[in-house]
């Protein structure tokens, strides 16, 4: 699928002289990749957006499917005749619709109309085929995720281009939430963010009529971590996050962990890839991003015996609300410290259906010889296992339970369950022989 190309950007109303009256922004030659070797200088513009506009077509060669500009009804829209060619700028009807518009937002108690708004927009469509005016109320921060939402189709996909230059200091702040939200709502593949930098070019030690063309690239290694914690805090998947710091995703690695298998090797691998990374970033989040899924690994790693990798994995998802996963592994941590206590190979069928049979016969053991016990020492411990097991194979199977419903319907009955469960496996695992 071809992404489509979109442009946002927003205008406000430029400066203010001392009679409140708009005279708009101040025209500068707007210079993209500042201080490289590839500077790229857009012709004379008050409004940034034009130049962006030239840069990303000319010298990036980009197609720009939809040009989206975002006002108020007190915003300069007549500045948005240097979109217009200047060899076409001496048209009467431009001159008319742009002295409209200019009049109007010079005038106090008058503002411009969606109907003005929408005669400069078809006028200016003649050398934009694709441009898109719109006024938004400035304080209904909502409108602009409608409005985006409106405009990107749901089946197509997209790499969207902000120009957080103008209008209100606060609208840019409100469309990286809009537009992060919007990833999820629509396929943006990409999100770029630009800033003409009017008044940064003493950093650049450029003249007076010259300024930079900042394109703020750390946008989407942002929004690529945030997403890929949020996704690793959630579920557990560690892939994006890894990939996201050290360019590999270790994909096989997370498949054989879901699968309970013990790929000792790939986990050494990732924590000595890690350390690197925490040993050699110059950036102090991502040290601490690395040390974060460092403690994780090294923990995994510690925990060398199923049984408990299976336990902390069940209160992995417990924590997050991932009630049938955490109630399937706690099950399966209590039959692998089983089989592990009496020396069952955990990793086989047989020996999981041997270790089922060791918890039944110390069961009934309870009764007739309870000092043969390995691991349980009550009948009160028996119970509340028998109570895991009903509610797992109710749960895991859709039927009813052999024990009380609330167990399935009550989820802080079922939260009681499986905390008093949990504290009887760490008293088992305390009670076995495993030297």
């Known amino acids: 699928m071809n992404s489509k190309n979109i442009l946002i950007s927003a205008i406000g109303k430029g400066t203010i002289d001392r009679n409140g009256n708009s005279i708009g922004y101040r025209k500068t030659e707007y210079i993209f990749e500042p201080g490289t070797q590839?500077?790229?200088?857009?012709?004379?513009?008050?409004?940034?957006?034009?130049?962006?506009?030239?840069?990303?077509?000319?010298?990036?060669?980009?197609?720009?499917?939809?040009?989206?500009i975002f006002g108020t009804e007190k915003s300069a829209w007549s500045e948005l005749l240097y979109l217009v060619p200047d060899n076409c700028q001496s048209d009467e009807k431009l001159l008319e619709i742009y002295s409209h518009l200019y009049d109007l937002e010079n005038s106090h108690g008058k503002a411009v109309t969606c109907d003005d708004l929408k005669k400069w927009q078809e006028y200016l469509q003649k050398y934009i085929s694709n441009i898109k005016l719109e006024i938004i109320d400035p304080l209904d921060s909502r409108a602009y995720m409608d409005?985006?939402?409106?405009?990107?189709?749901?089946?197509?996909?997209?790499?969207?281009?902000?120009?957080?230059?103008?209008?209100?200091?606060?609208?840019?702040?409100?469309?990286?939430?809009?537009?992060?939200?919007?990833?999820y709502l629509r396929k943006v593949k990409d999100i770029r963010l630009f800033y003409g930098a009017y008044e940064m070019k003493s950093l650049y030690s450029y003249p007076e009529?010259?300024?930079?063309?900042?394109?703020?690239?750390?946008?989407?290694?942002?929004?690529?971590?945030?997403?890929?914690?949020?996704?690793?805090?959630?579920?557990?998947?560690?892939?994006?996050?890894?990939?996201?710091?050290?360019?590999?995703?270790?994909?096989?690695?997370?498949?054989?962990?879901?699968?309970?298998?013990?790929?000792?090797?790939?986990?050494?691998?990732?924590?000595?890839?890690?350390?690197?990374?925490?040993?050699?970033?110059?950036n102090a989040y991502l040290k601490e991003l690395s040390d974060y899924l460092l403690e994780e690994f090294s923990d995994i790693?510690?925990?060398?015996?199923?049984?408990?990798?299976?336990?902390?994995?069940?209160?992995?998802?417990?924590?997050?609300?991932?009630?049938?996963?955490?109630?399937?592994l706690l099950y399966e941590s209590f039959i692998i410290l089983f089989a592990d206590v009496y020396r069952f190979n955990n990793m086989d069928y047989d020996s999981r259906e041997k270790s089922r049979k060791k918890v039944l016969d110390e069961i009934e053991n309870l009764d007739k010889n309870p000092s043969l016990n390995k691991l349980f020492k009550s009948k009160d411990e028996a119970k509340l296992f028998k109570t895991l097991e009903y509610v797992r194979n109710a749960a895991v199977h859709g039927s009813a339970p052999r024990c009380d419903q609330n167990y399935l319907e009550n989820i802080d009955q079922f939260k009681q369950l499986f905390s008093s469960a949990s504290n009887l496996f760490e008293r088992l695992v305390q009670r076995a022989d495993l030297s």
């Open 38 to 68: 590839k500077e790229y200088i857009c012709r004379q513009t008050a409004f940034f957006g034009v130049a962006l506009y030239e840069y990303l077509t000319q010298r990036q060669k980009l197609q720009i499917d939809k040009f989206i």
């Open 301 to 328: 790693n510690n925990r060398s015996r199923l049984h408990l990798r299976m336990y902390k994995r069940s209160q992995f998802f417990f924590e997050r609300n991932q009630y049938l996963k955490a109630l399937v």
């Open 147 to 183: 409005a985006i939402l409106k405009e990107l189709e749901k089946d197509e996909e997209y790499n969207i281009i902000y120009d957080c230059t103008h209008a209100f200091r606060h609208i840019p702040i409100i469309f990286t939430y809009v537009l992060m939200l919007s990833k």
């Open 209 to 282: 009529g010259k300024s930079p063309a900042i394109e703020i690239g750390f946008v989407n290694e942002a929004v690529s971590l945030i997403e890929s914690l949020a996704s690793f805090e959630n579920s557990g998947y560690f892939p994006d996050l890894l990939e996201a710091l050290c360019r590999q995703r270790f994909e096989t690695t997370y498949f054989k962990l879901e699968m309970n298998r013990q790929p000792k090797r790939e986990i050494k691998a990732i924590i000595e890839m890690l350390e690197d990374k925490k040993r050699l970033s110059s």
